[in-house]
């Protein structure tokens, strides 16, 4: 029978697989949401020393759970990468500089990195900078979780399905001076796509509340649960991956921290939230979006915070 081809398995290494982000995590990914639930992934669960001991119940629940994308699973050391990964998923901030040194070492050069551990955006650029011989187009930071925010409140705003409103942007930092942008967002509406701002009919709220909402909705989870994001860090990471390896439908883009080329006025070379469309496991930023003068001061600002955040973060690192 089993005449269908299975995909060759994915090698996944998750640091602070021992986390809070990670419990969550691990299992999305051993359940197929990210690879698909024909790719069997082979799980390299990494976190330091001390931690081994909470990590080895992870282990035990996850072979519990008996998923059956999970081909092979690996519980290891922060310090002992496993070489030749396909997919890493960071998530924890710490020693970003020795993360890319050992990428540069171990990974295969077409490891896609995903930086989650705060602040993310600086993370992801030192990681890469220390990883010189792996493209730095496959660094990236996450602001999914702030991309998933914002969709979630227009979605309860309009009354209708997170999934019928699309083309958020979230520009700049994950921080709360980032940008959400719902100026080129799409609603679908009792069977129609209509401009986000003709569906919500509320300019004020959109340039207002809205904006300090998402900006600030980390600092509600925290201290509401005493503790930050998990769950829904961890549901973004997972869409994060999930787009990359499985690219952006026609007409959509989503938000991811990418090293800025400069676009729309933004300060080259720093980690920069940008819509982007997926294909062939690349990313390209979406070009051309028309920018008022409202939507330009906000990037200005968040800019200026990515320019400062790497300037005293590369600082650090040549002491
Ligand atoms: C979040 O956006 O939920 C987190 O980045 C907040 C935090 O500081 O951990």
Partial sequence: HGKTKKAEPVKVCITGAAGQIGYSLVYMVGSGAVFGTNTPVVLHLLDIAPMMGVLNGVCMEISDCALPCVRELYLL??????????????????CPAKKGQALDQHAKKSVKVLVVGNPANTNALICS?????IPKENFSAMTRLD??????????????????????IIWGNHSSTQFPDVSHAIATVEGKDVPVYDAVKDSDWLKGDFITTVQKRGAAVIQARKLSSAMSAAKAASDHMHDWWHSTPEGKFVSMGVFSDGSYNTP????FSFPVTLKNKQWTIVQGLPIDQFAQGKLDITGKELCEERDEALAVCKE
């Fill in 77 to 94: 050391m922060t310090q002992q990468l496993p070489s030749k990964i396909l997919m890493q998923l960071f998530l924890l901030g710490q």
């Fill in 147 to 168: 991309h998933n925010r914002a969709q979630a409140q227009i979605s309860q705003r309009l009354g209708i399905p997170v999934a019928d409103v699309k083309n958020i």
């Fill in 129 to 133: 900078k220390y990883a010189p011989s």
């Fill in 268 to 271: 080259e070379g720093v980690m």
